[in-house]
């Protein structure tokens, strides 16, 4: 979370459940639904839809991190496969800055960035109290949590998680499902459940009762009770009519909320889905955590078999809409720890499972006529991350005939406070979110012009570390983002309290954080125990992948034709499902990849021009589109230079920030326009498609002729 063809058919026989569906007869308006027996309205446009099942895993790679090493997807052919066969599966998705799980899902989920939902900065991010300093808070909180910071009584902030821009709590990614007479299951999908036994448990069933009595007498008992796993239920729902329901509020829904119930967590949701039984994986054990408690195994145990288990005995038991998390593969999970390079043994042998599990998972879905004939699925991962260690031994190990073994494994630990004292001599006091992107917040909360702020930046800029890995001196900081940067960058949220001094994309390679004020110890090192960095603004670690299957998509197999990045995702689905929002997505439909047929009439009507707008709006938009990129590396070199009244740095900000406005301003009038085609009977012309896109493409000449 933190954490060739030949060679990948040699791995395994694939297998490919059921066929593609031809495109429906005729289009129907956005509005026209099929009736679904079990009252779920998400057939539309002339397709029929009966479930949903979307699984993100966490950093799962379609590309090689050694080019002699099949990826993951490949030695998962049982799901490559069945995305290449019966649909399209995109190499060219992105994820939003910083790159990290919380972001990465949140934005998947929502459609939105991360200045939209709240989570920019994650898996953990600080914020400012009132005296200057800062606290930790995680962005694994339930959706309509506050700052969740176990450490005091009651944060200084008082702002939702996740927080929009208007300083509410941001709409839930469910209510769109249940609305539409959908019960939305939850398997381990961030944010979406209880993500802990404090904070959670007292915001959802209070501080005195008796979910939270067990917390604190049991707290692993009450992990596996009622974390982790949820349904959000439609009203009038038969199956939560069989668990034990909680009100599911949501009080700053746009249009209301009331009336609704949800199962929280496995002693909730086991006896609505399973009866008596403990819920099984897919290779037939109960789920279970580490003490053998029924229900919820802990976020690092939702490995395939755990999360594919629940997923399938949801849909069984009539729960049509299901989302989960899968953790990722590389790392060492349960009694020990560490990381596994590519092509070791144990890593090979845990995606070995993977594939194992995803075939028990489709045959049995098979069983039950879930199809490609009557489902969405959709597959992605939440970023690539990054591989830092040395180089393999054999050299020539493909890790299935041959394993690899490495002498050198772990990230490159930076303590940032000890480098800074003793090469730049800073002393200036701050925190840091430790991480491969590491955000700084300086003690006070000084502005992006303050001298402290400044000098603080340039020292940092300049910071350098000897690499135990290549033996080579690096400068730890590739890029650097101010606040003036980071709004571009679609990081700064309605939360003035959490926005950081500045941030660092350094060296994929370090994971920085603030240790003592001196190196003593060394102040970088390897650490073992992690070695797959993300965060970073780095190609390997923001180019992921999507697959869609299922009525309206097209058969395209592997392409990289179209560039997306998470924000598209929820707008693609909610189009072929027909339904929509309450709000104007970040994102677009990518209907590169739908059937004609299957789009809403006005979008059909207007494709063309749809998707020239589409095209140069991600790039304008984007968090590591073309402007961005652009941007960032300006940006970069104002924030390093050191000019006689830091005229280089202020005349370049002035440029950026009014290239910045102009954005936001376009985007906004573009995004409308998008959102309207898509789900409200919205017309784009084409010559306001051309007009706007050569005004995208304008500001992003500016934008790079910035960079120089």
């Known amino acids: 979370m933190r954490t060739s063809r030949v060679l990948a058919l040699a791995l395994t026989a694939g297998l490919s459940l059921g066929t593609a569906i031809a495109g429906p007869a005729s289009a129907a308006d956005p509005q026209h639904h099929r009736p679904n027996p ?54 060219n998705n992105h994820t ?42 995680s962005s694994f909180a339930y959706w309509t949590d506050g700052v969740a910071d176990s450490s005091v009584p009651a944060p200084a902030d008082s702002t939702p998680t996740m927080v929009g821009p208007d300083g509410k709590n941001a709409p839930a990614p469910w209510a769109a499902y249940t609305k539409a007479g959908c019960d939305f299951g939850a398997v381990s999908a961030a944010n979406t459940v209880l993500e802990n036994t404090t904070v959670d448990i007292n915001k959802v069933f209070g501080a005195n009762s008796a979910q939270a009595a067990e917390a604190k007498a ?17 009203q009038h729902s038969a199956v939560c009519a069989k668990g034990s329901t909680s009100p599911d509020l949501l009080p700053d829904e746009p249009g209301g909320y009331n009336g609704y119930q949800a199962l929280f967590g496995g002693k909730a949701v086991d006896p609505a889905i399973a009866g008596a039984a403990a819920v099984q994986s897919t290779d037939g054990k109960p789920i279970t955590d580490p003490k053998g408690n029924p229900g919820f195994p802990g976020f690092d145990a939702m490995t395939a078999n755990n999360s594919l288990g629940y997923v399938a005995q949801m849909q069984e038991a009539g729960v049509p809409v299901t989302y989960a998390y899968i953790s990722d593969a590389h790392d060492q999970h349960g009694a020990n720890s560490g990381a596994y390079g590519p092509g070791e043994a144990g890593y090979v042998q845990q995606l070995k499972s993977y594939d194992n599990a995803f075939g028990t998972f489709f045959d049995r879905l098979q069983k039950d006529n879930i ?38 494994i772990g990230e490159v630990n930076a303590n940032s406070r000890g480098l800074l004292a003793t090469q730049q001599g800073v002393s200036t006091p701050y925190q840091v979110h430790s991480d491969s992107a590491p955000n700084f917040y300086l003690n006070g909360q000084p502005g992006a012009n303050d001298p402290r702020t400044r000098s603080f930046e340039q020292a940092w800029s300049k910071v350098t ?84 299957v299922g009525p309206g998509v097209k058969k395209l197999g592997h392409t990289d034709a179209v560039w997306s990045d998470h924000t598209d995702i929820r707008p693609t689905m909610l189009a072929l499902l027909g339904l929509s929002d309450s709000y104007t997505h970040d994102g677009r439909v990518l209907t590169e990849f739908l059937d004609h047929r299957a789009l809403p009439r006005t979008l059909a009507r207007e494709v063309g021009a749809y998707q020239r707008l589409a095209t140069a709006y991600k790039q304008l938009n984007a968090g590591v589109g073309e402007f961005a990129t652009a941007t960032l590396t300006a940006a970069t070199t104002g924030i390093a230079s050191n000019t006689p009244g830091d005229a280089q740095y202020l005349a370049g900000t002035k440029k950026l920030t009014a290239l910045g406005t102009q954005r936001d301003q376009l985007t906004k009038r573009i995004a409308q326009l998008l ?28 934008a790079k002729h910035l960079a120089g």
Request: a negative charge; proline letters at 6%; aromatic letters at 10%.
């Open 371 to 408: 199809t490609p004939a009557n489902t969405l699925f959709v597959v992605t991962s939440d970023e690539n991350d990054h591989f830092v260690g040395g180089k393999p031994t054999p050299a020539n190990c493909d890790g299935v005939t041959v394993p690899c073994s490495y002498a050198q």
């Open 218 to 234: 049991d707290p692993a008992k009450a992990q596996a009770d009622y974390v982790g796993i949820g349904v959000h239920c439609a």
């Open 38 to 91: 079990t009252g779920c309205q998400i057939s539309a446009n002339g397709s029929d839809f009966r479930h949903v099942i979307y699984l993100q895993f966490d950093n799962v790679h379609f590309t090689r991190d050694n080019p002699n090493v099949p990826s993951d997807l490949e030695q998962m052919p049982r799901l490559q496969n069945f995305l290449q066969s019966n649909g399209t599966l995109s190499g």
């Open 465 to 548: 570390a000897a690499n135990p890995i290549t033996g080579k001196t690096d400068t730890i900081s590739q890029f650097l983002a101010d606040q003036n940067e980071m709004k571009i960058l679609h990081m700064v949220t309605g939360d003035p309290l959490r926005t950081p001094t500045f941030t660092s994309f350094a060296n994929p390679d370090y994971y920085v954080t603030a240790g003592a004020a001196d190196c003593s110890k060394s102040c970088v090192y390897l650490g073992p125990a992690y070695a797959w960095n993300h965060g970073d603004f780095a190609p390997d670690i923001n180019t992921t992948w999507l697959g869609l």
């Open 96 to 137: 939003p800055l910083i790159a990290h799980t919380g972001n990465d899902i949140l934005t998947s989920l929502t459609g939105l960035y991360g200045d939209r939902h709240g989570q920019a900065v994650s898996n953990s991010y600080r914020y400012y109290n009132p005296d200057g300093t800062t606290n930790s808070a």
């Open 675 to 702: 959102d309207r085609a898509a789900f409200d009977r919205g017309r784009i012309s084409s010559g306001q498609a051309r007009d706007l896109a050569a005004q995208a493409d304008c500001l992003i000449q500016q």
